[in-house]
């Protein structure tokens, strides 16, 4: 149901890890094989995964208010929900720290909804007109040709790999998020701070 659009899943530790795992094909070929009974029906199912989960059980972990009082045990069992398959697959990966009120109140406009909207849109004829298709669309062997990083950002991408731990799937993610980071700074070139703004989106991967 979600074909074309944004698939949003709230608290995702919630989510029973069955149903997360089901969506690592569709994640992965953008089709859903349903299966009932004697009969089978494959559906398309292109979509944009969104989730958002709290930090830790009570929510407050490395909030300013100090009310956390889960163990590390508790944090480690509800992130651990979150399979390193399925983690595997998300691609940008950021903690969002509460902001203090006065600091909320204080703080000036970042860019405007407009102004990004057309950064996005200009990006996104930038690459339909360099492949035809979304960067997101990119197969293993587009990736090789088209986000090859330069000499310095791939010796980065390569020692993040190890120290990561980071998996060959990751890796093609990794390139593919530096491509668009490229695509929206207007920079024909990867170059190593896209590189680096991409692995730096891999959070939960460093932690797990
Ligand atoms: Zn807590």
Same mark, same amino acid.
């Given at each position: 149901?979600?074909?074309?659009?944004?698939?949003? =899943?709230?608290?995702?530790?919630?989510? $029973?890890? +069955?149903?997360?795992?089901? =969506? *690592?094909?569709?994640?992965?070929?953008?089709?859903? #094989?349903?299966? &009932? !009974? !004697? *009969? *089978?029906?494959?559906?398309?199912?292109?979509?944009?995964?969104? !989730?958002?989960?709290?930090?830790?059980?009570?929510?407050? /972990?490395?909030?300013?208010?100090? +009310?956390?009082?889960?163990?590390?045990?508790?944090?480690?069992?509800?992130?651990?929900?979150?399979?390193?398959?399925?983690?595997? %697959?998300?691609?940008?990966?950021?903690?969002?720290?509460?902001?203090?009120?006065?600091?909320?109140?204080? +703080?000036?406009?970042? $860019?405007?909804?407009? !102004?990004?909207?057309? %950064?996005?849109?200009?990006?996104?004829?930038?690459?339909?007109? %360099?492949?035809? +298709?979304?960067?997101?669309?990119?197969?293993? #062997?587009?990736?090789?040709?088209?986000?090859?990083?330069?000499?310095?950002?791939?010796? =980065?991408?390569?020692?993040?790999?190890?120290? /990561?731990?980071?998996?060959?799937?990751?890796?093609?993610?990794?390139?593919?998020?530096?491509? #668009?980071?490229?695509?929206?700074?207007?920079?024909?070139?990867?170059?190593?701070?896209?590189?680096? $703004?991409?692995?730096?989106? &891999?959070?939960?991967?460093?932690?797990?």
């Amino acid at each position: 149901m979600a074909l074309h659009g944004v698939l949003f =899943l709230d608290e995702l530790p919630e989510f $029973e890890r +069955k149903v997360l795992e089901v =969506l *690592r094909e569709p994640l992965e070929s953008g089709r859903i #094989t349903i299966s &009932r !009974a !004697a *009969r *089978r029906a494959d559906f398309p199912a292109q979509f944009q995964l969104i !989730a958002a989960m709290n930090p830790c059980p009570c929510g407050y /972990l490395g909030h300013y208010n100090g +009310k956390c009082r889960c163990t590390p045990d508790q944090v480690s069992r509800y992130r651990g929900k979150i399979s390193g398959p399925f983690l595997d %697959r998300i691609d940008i990966q950021i903690e969002v720290p509460a902001v203090a009120q006065d600091d909320l109140l204080n +703080k000036n406009d970042g $860019e405007t909804s407009a !102004a990004l909207q057309a %950064r996005v849109e200009i990006a996104r004829q930038h690459q339909l007109a %360099r492949q035809k +298709k979304a960067n997101a669309q990119l197969s293993v #062997t587009e990736i090789d040709v088209l986000c090859a990083p330069d000499a310095q950002g791939a010796a =980065l991408l390569q020692q993040a790999i190890s120290r /990561l731990n980071l998996s060959a799937r990751a890796y093609h993610r990794v390139l593919k998020v530096a491509r #668009t980071i490229a695509d929206l700074a207007g920079s024909e070139n990867i170059l190593t701070s896209h590189i680096a $703004e991409a692995v730096q989106y &891999r959070r939960m991967d460093r932690q797990g």
